[in-house]
């Protein structure tokens, strides 16, 4: 027979404990920042370019990063770079729009039943590994060397990663969150734009990103390769025509104009959508 | 056949319920008839695989009975409707991209029976009767199981259905919280007297939360007894459910 074990019982008081709560230390807090740990590594790498080009100084190989932004700055003055990414940018909104839409028919069909599906399983398949850049022979033999054939392979481009990503989201849909949504008697429509698509949203989300990458890098590259319509041209274009004129600070002025216009969409226009949308929903997949 | 009664609000008579899995059909529940009285707690109570959730989802309208009939007031029901409002056990049946009040809301404006202001003081008032006042902001991922059942739970109640179907609605949660969402469910139909068709595994929740008990047996589930809680007992339902004698 084991002895009767004595019992504790204590009265919580809050003496002898030094911190129960306080702020963190500003340079923890500059720490736990994501956006100041990047703008540090930003400076690290641009300091490094200087350093490189410096010590190879070869300013037709490799120009400083001081000359970049120098030629950055003067291209930018001079209207030359503003036109040619706004004629860019008005381009990759057209192409980009133009596949969103047909992605959305080519889900909506593939919704319909399993030979749509099936339809957009094996399409998406066959055409998802082809680069866009393939097409842009043939599609400018369809359209004629202009905006036509750009918009042609920049909805190549966005449709298939797109669709593939929206008809995934749909599916992915809660068996109990679609039962939850027919309970509430809505029209067929009003159940598809207030149910499924809300609650597919995470993955159409990540379909648009990856189709606005996949689109970005296809124009650039198409605008380099037969860039030059109706007068005028694109970044790519503008890229290929200095290199013509060996102004290699201009050629890193331009590709560093495609990088910042990544950088800018990526975080500020797609991590504002989805502060609003799926972080705050806690769907972030 | 179950004998017609007085004051019947749903009446499911002789339902045979299959499913088709990848390779085969399934009956799940074979020739069922039982009488849901206005304010009854009607309790489902079966062993796993017996048909009941499969039984209140023909209820709510989702699957359709192969032999027999379910009516609501006299009326056969077709499919889901917000007359019949559901409660899962799952804790992802609120709309995540709204807050706990809009959840509600939006059940109320989506079916058609309020303006969005009306909605708005009907979401809040049944909130409040579920407990969740300083929570009517938040979004569920936030919340914890038992809050968001909570608010599945007051969603089901402010839409004011004919009846309530509730499945296991307190299976994944842990048994403190369990016992208390079970008081505060009978003292919110103390409010109320709402009509709540219930399905359980659990003999002590039957008896808790049931005025009247249906016992289906396992595979497919077929009625064993239809009996009334006041005087029963978990032996005397335990050897009803498993006995064979």
């Not at chain 1, 002895?3 to 204590?10: L, S, Y």
């Not at chain 1, 381009?91 to 969103?100: D, S």
């Not at chain 2, 909130?127 to 909570?150: N, W």
């Not at chain 2, 296991?168 to 139909?189: G, K, S, V």
Request: hydrophobic share 50%.
């Amino acid at each position: 027979m084991p002895e009767t074990r004595v019992e504790v019982v204590n009265t919580i008081a809050p003496a002898g404990l030094d911190v129960v709560e306080q702020p963190l230390s500003i340079w923890r807090k500059l720490y736990n920042n994501a956006a100041a740990r990047k703008t540090i590594l930003l400076f690290l790498l641009a300091l490094i370019w200087e350093g490189y080009a410096r010590w190879l100084n070869n300013p037709l190989l490799f120009p400083t990063f001081t000359d970049t932004v120098r030629a950055l700055v003067a291209s930018i003055a001079s209207g030359e770079i503003p036109r040619a990414a706004a004629y860019s940018i008005g381009m990759l909104v057209k192409g980009y729009a133009l596949g969103l839409a047909l992605a959305g028919l080519l889900t909506a069909l593939a919704s319909t039943g399993r030979f749509g599906a099936d339809l957009l399983e094996t399409l998406t398949a066959m055409f998802n590994p082809l680069p866009s850049l393939a097409l842009l022979p043939l599609a400018l033999i369809w359209f004629g060397l202009g905006d036509g054939s750009i918009i042609f392979v920049l909805i190549h481009a966005v449709l298939w990663a797109v669709a593939l990503n929206m008809h995934a989201g749909f599916r992915a849909v809660s068996p109990t969150l679609k039962m939850v949504g027919q309970n509430y008697g809505l029209s067929k429509s009003g159940y598809i734009v207030r149910i499924l698509l809300p609650a597919a949203f995470p993955s159409i989300l990540t379909g648009l990103k990856i189709g606005w990458a996949f689109a970005w890098r296809t124009l650039i590259a198409a605008e380099l390769v037969f860039g030059v319509s109706s007068g005028s041209g694109g970044l790519g274009w503008y890229i290929f025509e200095q290199k013509n004129q060996l102004l290699i600070p201009n050629v890193f002025a331009g590709l560093l104009t495609v990088i910042l216009f990544g950088l800018a969409v990526e975080n500020l226009i797609f991590k504002a959508i989805e502060s609003v949308t799926v972080r705050r929903w806690g769907m972030q997949t | 056949m179950a004998l017609p009664e007085p004051d019947t609000l749903l009446a499911v008579d002789g339902v045979t319920l299959q499913y088709r899995t990848r390779d085969r059909l399934v009956t799940a529940v074979w020739r069922v008839s039982f009488n849901v009285l206005q304010s009854d707690r009607f309790v489902i109570l079966g062993p796993s695989g017996c048909g009941k959730s499969t039984l209140l989802k023909a209820v709510g309208g989702y699957v359709h009975p192969v032999e027999g009939s379910i009516s609501l007031n006299n009326t056969k029901i077709t499919g889901p409707g917000p007359d019949r409002i559901f409660v899962f056990q799952e804790f992802d049946q609120l709309l995540p991209w709204k807050t706990v009040k809009e959840n509600i809301a939006f059940a109320l404006t989506a079916s058609g029976r309020l303006s969005k202001r009306e909605a708005a003081a009907r979401a809040m008032h049944y909130i409040e009767k579920v407990r969740l006042t300083d929570f009517a902001g938040s979004y569920p991922h936030t919340l914890s199981g038992g809050m968001k059942q909570r608010v599945a739970i007051a969603r089901g109640m402010a839409m004011e259905p004919q009846i309530l179907l509730m499945d296991e609605p307190f299976a994944a949660l842990d048994a403190l919280t369990r016992a208390h969402m079970q008081e505060e469910l009978l003292r919110l139909w103390d409010d109320t007297r709402f009509t709540v068709l219930f399905v359980t595994h659990s003999i002590p929740e039957a008896l808790r939360i049931g005025s009247r008990i249906l016992l289906l047996s396992a595979h497919p589930g077929q009625v064993k007894a239809e009996i009334n809680s006041t005087g029963s007992n978990e032996a005397r339902i335990g050897s009803m459910l498993f006995d064979h004698a």
